[in-house]
């Protein structure tokens, strides 16, 4: 009876336990500062699309569509508007349609429809690009567009919050399980590609030999700060090198100790910081930190973001 | 758990009290303080959970790699070599639950765009490779162009799209590089000839002795590839070749 009853409390606690981990009300300031942020990107990578759309987009460009189809093993759910439409004239009011939907998801204007919106349109870019110019920043943006779409990403922040100021709300924005969900799903699909990242990097000799951050910093295809300078120090970059594979590997355990979370975070901004700035990939490395501020919580970002947002909020409310 | 379970204990249930060392029972927060009622947040968690599966196999199927088993004797060829055994080699052992789970959750991945490897910079970071290419006009004027190449491509995510183009040609074959070499034809009319190179990178050894990064011997040409506006029967160049490891 002891251990029958003793399973029993075990998965009644684990079953409130996850209740509790999935569905408690958070204040929706994390996931509304990530809509602000994965908004802001994913207009500026759709942007850049505009300066040679037909040759990444246009069914005859660099890849043609066929060739695409058959690289992805002409599978029905690969998809894409890009598929289905050939006059440059469509492909233009498609994207200027997108420009459109992911502006008006980075300020928060009818923030839930046009995450739902954004994640179709993300997708659709990424499908055509995959394989041929598709790189992380794809990866990662439709993964938040994905999970934007699950909770009030408009809650604070954004132009949805300030229409509804100058209807003459005055109530905080309330706490919602589905933003503490939607975060979640972000921290824990994080950790997923932390761990595959850093178990990945296990198999290779550089990595293991401690040499791998100097492989990166020698590219110089990649490279936009000279950092050749770490061939004097072997020991710095074999450090480096290290950390950066113990770290992505124990991601998960870092990330859920409250002692050791800000050490991981810094150490996400410093190794994703030096990829922006040493490796020139300024958007994926960025983004790489907007995912990691899931695990800020909302008091931290309100004590960050409220009185900037504040301000503009006056200013375009005239201040009331 | 082990603790929760004594301070639940019922009273005279075996143990002797020990009022002075019992410590108030953690209180538990109610389930019911909740938003949704328990059914809907079942089903939710049986989303969740599947999501989670779903987005933890695609990276596992993906990374996992098929496996000869323990002493297997390579082929070799008439010198006694030992020759590389096909993909499909009878003998190879496949990871049989990553590829199912891939295999169950392959639409749901593609759908949402979940299918990938999440291998940034692995197993090794390794040299670049370049497009040069020349397409020469009917009226002999002949157009010269690079990617990836920071003059021309700007801003930088722009530079890094085409650095793509060339860096996944390895991975999409040489009819990818036929696809670029049409394309650049079509585009200024004419005909294209292009060369796949790669860019090998310097140890630190050979940075400290002076060497720049990108000397001329850093660079070697892999493969070229011709296409000429208007023919239907564009063949390929010379077919790609393994990329050489290492530094030279």
């Known amino acids: 009876m002891g251990m029958i009853k003793d399973t029993r409390d075990y998965v009644a606690d684990a079953w409130q336990a996850w209740n509790r981990f999935w569905f408690t009300p958070t204040d929706p300031a994390t996931f509304s500062l990530i809509r602000l942020l994965a908004g802001g990107m994913l207009f500026y990578t759709h942007l850049v699309w505009s300066l040679d759309l037909q040759a990444f987009l246009g069914p005859n460009g660099w890849l043609s569509v066929d060739f695409i189809r058959q690289m992805q093993g002409e599978q029905w759910s690969v998809w894409s508007v890009f598929f289905w439409i050939e006059q440059p004239w469509a492909i233009w009011c498609v994207h200027i349609f997108a420009l459109v939907v992911f502006f008006c998801l980075m300020v928060g204007l009818f923030s839930r429809s046009t995450a739902v919106l954004g994640f179709l349109l993300a997708v659709s870019y990424a499908q055509r690009i995959s394989p041929g110019a598709f790189f992380g920043l794809d990866k990662l943006n439709c993964m938040f567009a994905l999970y934007l779409m699950l909770g009030p990403c408009g809650a604070r922040y954004s132009l949805d919050r300030i229409w509804r100021l100058r209807q003459g709300e005055t109530n905080d924005a309330p706490a919602s399980a589905s933003a503490n969900m939607a975060i979640r799903l972000i921290q824990l699909h994080l950790c997923i590609i932390y761990l595959f990242s850093g178990l990945a990097k296990l198999l290779g000799e550089n990595w293991q030999a401690g040499t791998a951050l100097w492989w990166a910093v020698a590219n110089f295809e990649y490279q936009s700060l000279d950092a050749t300078w770490l061939a004097d120090w072997p020991m710095l970059i074999g450090l480096a090198t290290h950390v950066t594979i113990f770290w992505e590997l124990f991601y998960v355990g870092l990330m859920w100790n409250r002692f050791t979370r800000p050490i991981s975070l810094w150490i996400a901004v410093i190794v994703h910081g030096g990829i922006a700035l040493f490796m020139g990939m300024i958007t994926f490395g960025l983004t790489m930190i907007f995912a990691n501020l899931s695990f800020v919580a909302p008091s931290t970002v309100r004590r960050w973001v409220d009185p900037l947002a504040g301000r503009v909020a006056s200013m375009l409310t005239g201040g009331k | ?248």
């Open chain 2, 1 to 248: 758990m082990s603790k929760k379970r004594h301070e639940n204990q019922p009273p005279g249930s075996g143990e002797p009290s020990k009022p002075d060392k019992i410590r108030p029972a953690k209180p538990k927060r109610p389930a019911s303080g909740l938003p949704w009622n328990p059914a809907l947040r079942g089903f939710l968690s049986l989303l969740i959970a599947l999501h989670l599966l779903a987005v933890f196999a695609a990276p596992w199927n993906l990374s996992t790699n098929p496996a000869l088993p323990p002493g297997f004797m390579m082929p070799v060829d008439a010198n006694g070599r030992p020759q590389p055994v096909s993909r499909d080699h009878p003998a190879l052992q496949q990871p049989v639950v990553p590829r199912a789970l891939g295999r169950f959750f392959n639409h749901y991945l593609n759908l949402a765009y979940l299918n990938h490897g999440y291998q940034f910079f692995a197993p090794d970071p390794a040299g670049t490779h370049i497009i040069d290419f020349q397409v020469t006009k009917p009226d002999g004027t002949v157009v010269k162009g690079r990617f990836p190449d920071l003059k021309e491509q700007w801003p930088r995510l722009l530079y890094h799209r085409h650095m793509m183009l060339a860096e996944q040609t390895e991975l999409m074959g040489s009819d990818s590089g036929q696809q670029y070499a049409d394309h650049l034809a079509r585009l200024h009319g004419g005909h294209c000839r292009m060369e796949w190179t790669v860019h090998l990178m310097l140890s630190p050894e050979e940075v400290k002795a002076g060497t720049a990064l990108d000397d001329p011997k850093t660079y070697r040409v892999l493969a070229t590839v011709e296409s000429q506006v208007g023919n239907p029967n564009n063949a390929a160049g010379e077919m790609p070749i393994a990329i050489p490891g290492g530094t030279q």
